[in-house]
Nanobody, 115 residues
Framework: QVQLVESGGGLVQPGMSLLLSCASS????????MAWHRQAPGEQRDLVAK???????SYADPVKGRFTISRDGTTEMVDLQKNGLKPEDTGVYYC?????????WGQGTQVTVSS
């Protein structure tokens, strides 16, 4: 059974950095892709960053140049390094994984960017 567990959220000031981690219960290279999403209060869940099985990465325009998604097959983790944080980056961040037509989600971790 696939389980994803996020960690690393918290309260930070604008301009600071934060590392989010997603731990998988299965080999991450079994997934077609893994991704991070953000959901702000009252808004839909939006894709932030994605990494495919082949290692290709893609980012939403607002985070390009500030966020980096990476993976580690040794630890079965996918990280999201967030630099230059802005108040609009606030929200619950969810890790997801896709195998064929199946999508799996973590429980989310809260990130608040505020002075």
């Amino acid at each position: 059974q696939v389980q994803l567990v996020e960690s690393g959220g918290g309260l930070v000031q604008p301009g600071m950095s934060l590392l989010l981690s997603c731990a998988s219960s299965v080999n991450i290279f079994e997934f077609n892709s893994m991704a991070w999403h953000r959901q702000a209060p009252g808004e839909q869940r939006d894709l932030v960053a994605k990494i495919t099985a082949g290692g290709t990465t893609s980012y939403a325009d607002p985070v390009k140049g500030r966020f980096t998604i990476s993976r580690d097959g040794t630890t079965e983790m996918v990280d999201l390094q967030k630099n230059g944080l802005k108040p609009e980056d606030t929200g619950v961040y969810y890790c997801s994984a896709k195998i064929l037509q199946y999508d799996y989600w973590g429980q989310g971790t809260q990130v608040t960017v505020s002075s």
